[in-house]
């Protein structure tokens, strides 16, 4: 019988139960590198038994592997992994795609005792976007799609849409930024629609539905051989050449990513990954966030050059609430939209119903209202008007943005469209630079950190936009 360290094993009898439960690839090992626990995920992952693998050294369960290569035996000499990705076939040839983390275990003592590892099979994920990608690539061969369909009565969206016509005509980046379910693809399928490129394809992109590991391979796409078990597969910039890439939810794409965007977006070449050609592609970038761009940039989250680059173009949708005259078309548009959906003949919407949607604030705008309709329209009883709003009292409850929450959604200094694109364009950067002066007391080399820029570009700016020093908050 195997001999395991006090401390570890009485730390394994109180969590052992747990281990078993979380329903995620999770073993672990004592200083002599064998495997005193190794669950029933590991063993699916890895193609082996349970039985196979406790109690015995991990290099005679792989027997193909090498000492320097195991993360798990690396921990064993302090080193930590941080949600590392590795590609490899398993026992039986199956290709894994697996993100873990492994960390070496210590005693009262600080002396390592072992080592264990979590980790996660993205192999479904990678499986599910390869079948993304090709019914895009199916869907976009018919690259004729009908302009968006944007319901509206307020002077508030006609501004916006006048706006994004503008944009859409202009072959320049553009940023949406909006709230959860506020139409931000909406708005982006109308760029593309008004744009020379609306013969071409529209690939849309949510940064927050990949891993982050997968995001590299999935923009630029692979070269065989890039690592284990890659294949040669084209990458969604390939797949646009020509039309329009959507990245929504860009805030959560991890910086090195940002950094390799902003390179497509200056050079418009990229490299696919392990290739070592550099590949040319002509694709227009819109981007949409849900989140602040100057608190993400107050963060770190974002790139500030990234952030310029795209914001040739700023597009900021209203939230619901502040475009309440919309509510009824929406309302009565949703109402006939799903009216096949639905046992009973819905003709309308009453008074009182239509009071209740004016009455609620809506922190999940459009798509939550539509969701609401559908939800009464279900559970209506009789044909008729629509009588009752069914709400969700949780959601409800949540609060509200604040004015000064909203405010920093705002684009600032706001103003009527006047001349053409590169007059706008640079007003707004003269007035970020007067802005990053003022922050800075006057010091070029501090304003120009603040733009991430150097201080010859920054000093050739305001000489540019001749900027008076002492009287820079004009």
């Not at 100057?294 to 502040?322: C, H, Q, T």
Request: glycine share 6%.
């Amino acid at each position: 019988m195997m001999k395991i360290d006090p401390e570890l094993l009485q730390a394994l009898e109180i969590f052992k139960h747990f281990f078993d439960l979380i329903h995620q690839p999770m073993a672990i090992i004592d200083k002599e590198g064998k495997y005193i626990y190794y669950n029933q995920e590991s063993a699916e992952l890895d193609g082996y038994s349970m039985e196979q693998a406790i109690g015995k050294p991990m290099l005679k369960v792989y027997p193909n592997l090498k000492k320097e290569d195991s993360t798990m035996l690396q921990a064993l000499h302090g080193k930590e992994y941080q949600d590392t990705y590795q590609t490899y076939f398993n026992h039986v040839g199956k290709l894994v795609d697996y993100q873990h983390t492994t960390v070496p275990l210590y005693n009262h003592e600080k002396a390592i005792i072992g080592a264990v590892e979590i980790g996660r099979n993205l192999s479904n994920v990678r499986q599910l976007q390869d079948q993304v990608f090709r019914l895009n690539r199916k869907l976009y061969q018919n690259k004729e799609q009908p302009l968006p369909e944007i319901i509206f009565a307020s002077k508030k969206m006609q501004e916006v849409i006048d706006q994004t016509n503008i944009l859409g005509s202009n072959d320049v980046p553009v940023l949406i930024v909006g709230e959860t379910g506020t139409g931000k693809e909406l708005f982006a399928r109308l760029i593309h629609q008004t744009s020379h490129r609306r013969d071409k394809a529209f690939i849309s992109l949510n940064c927050s539905a990949l891993p982050t590991t997968l995001i590299e391979s999935t923009l630029f796409g692979t070269v065989k051989g890039a690592f284990s078990g890659a294949e040669n597969r084209q990458g969604y910039l390939e797949l646009a050449n020509g039309g329009t890439l959507f990245l929504d939810e860009l805030n959560a794409m991890p910086l090195e990513m940002q950094s390799k965007l902003l390179r497509f977006l200056q050079e418009k070449t990229y490299w696919p990954l392990g290739g070592n050609k550099e590949q040319h592609a002509d694709v227009r970038i819109v981007a949409a966030m849900n989140e602040s761009p100057a608190e993400l940039l107050k963060s770190g989250k974002m790139r500030s050059d990234l952030f310029y680059r795209l914001n040739v173009g700023l597009i900021k949708l209203p939230a619901l609430r502040e475009r309440q005259e919309d509510i009824p078309v929406l309302a009565r548009y949703f109402i006939d939209k799903h009216k096949t959906d639905v046992n009973l003949v819905i003709t309308g919407i009453s008074e009182h119903a239509l009071q209740q949607l004016m009455s609620a604030p809506w922190p999940g705008n459009v798509r939550m209202l539509e969701n609401a309709i559908v939800r009464s329209m279900v559970l209506q009883n009789e044909p008729g008007e629509l009588q009752q709003i069914v709400l969700d009292d949780e959601l409800f409850d949540l609060p509200s943005p604040s004015p000064q929450e909203e405010a920093k959604l705002e684009k600032p200094n706001i103003k009527e469209i006047t001349g053409n694109l590169t007059e706008q364009v640079e007003n707004y950067e003269k007035q970020l630079i007067v802005d990053a002066l003022n922050q800075a007391n006057g010091k070029i080399i501090t304003a120009a950190k603040l733009l991430n820029v150097s201080r010859t570009t920054l000093q050739y700016k305001v000489k540019k936009y001749n900027i008076q020093m002492g009287v820079i908050d004009s």
